[in-house]
């Protein structure tokens, strides 16, 4: 990867390196932002990843906090430090510099991804913009809007090509289609894959329309991602039981005005 660091601190990023930001995620669908998080805001976050994996109850019921067994689901209920990590700088200010100013967390999800364990090429839940198969994409001088902005912090070294790190296809967020099935080198305007390398406690961010996959974890230890996904206000946040989801009082103990907003605690709008 050429040109990795874009902001490499915990400070929000000025105007010069939002545009930076922006422009990656305009042309390539993705950026890489950088060594975030310390030595000790890493082995927080894992501590509290673990605990949570390791919760029976939360395992084995059908009804649990996870995903497909390996997604484990709104992390800021479970630990103060997820919950704070919605608003460490730089990613609050990222994600409004991208969404707008009243942007929210729409999900956070972790992923705890054991040895053997990895997922195939995809874009995040539905294409939000599709073109017939014909057609060769969205105009890229003229994209489509990002509306959901996904934010990872590996909290383990993903930092070789045999540790398998996030894998995307540059661009493809303007393909306007899903991946090609059961293709294992997709290409989207003469671009292939590409890998992000990243130590524990580095982020990246990617629009969620753009091609990505978690490779098979070929190594011996778990790969365990944090982050949290952004998404317009205009879409709905989605806390499982949805309706029936009930945000706990302890999430807003000390939670200020920004990441009370983030949470879902919105000033009225056109449709309420
Ligand atoms: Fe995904």
């Not at 000790?40 to 497909?68: C, Q, T, Y």
């Not at 040895?115 to 995809?122: C, K």
Request: glycine content about 8%; overall charge negative.
């Amino acid at each position: 990867m050429s040109d990795q660091t874009l902001t490499g601190s915990s400070a929000p990023p000025d105007e010069a390196l939002l545009g930076r930001i922006r422009e990656s995620l305009r042309v390539d669908g993705y950026a890489y932002l950088g060594p975030m998080l310390s030595e000790n805001e890493v082995s927080v976050l894992r501590d509290a990843m673990k605990r949570k994996w390791h919760d029976e109850a939360i395992r084995e019921d059908e009804a649990g906090d996870h995903i497909r067994r390996n997604s484990m689901m709104r992390m800021f209920e479970y630990d103060r430090s997820f919950r704070d990590l919605i608003v460490h700088e730089p990613f609050p200010t990222i994600a409004e510099a991208i969404l707008g100013d009243d942007c929210h967390l729409m999900s956070q999800n972790a992923l705890y991804n054991e040895p053997g364990v990895g997922g195939g090429w995809h874009l995040d839940d539905v294409c939000q913009y599709p073109l017939p198969d014909d057609t060769d994409g969205h105009d890229a001088d003229c994209p489509p809007p990002c509306t959901v902005l996904q934010i990872f912090t590996p909290l383990t070294d993903v930092d070789t090509e045999d540790r398998a790190p996030t894998q995307v296809v540059p661009g493809s967020h303007l393909a306007g289609r899903k991946p090609p099935s059961g293709e294992d080198n997709p290409t989207f305007r003469d671009r292939g894959p590409v890998s992000i390398l990243a130590k524990a406690g580095d982020a990246y961010c990617f629009n969620n329309q753009v091609w990505h996959r978690g490779p098979v974890n070929t190594t011996d230890e778990p790969r365990l991602l944090a982050g949290a996904t952004y998404s317009r206000r205009i879409l709905a946040q989605r806390f499982y039981p949805f309706i029936d989801y009930q945000m706990p009082e302890h999430v807003w103990d000390g939670a200020g005005p920004r990441l009370q907003r983030f949470l879902g605690r919105h000033e009225k709008g056109a449709y309420g």
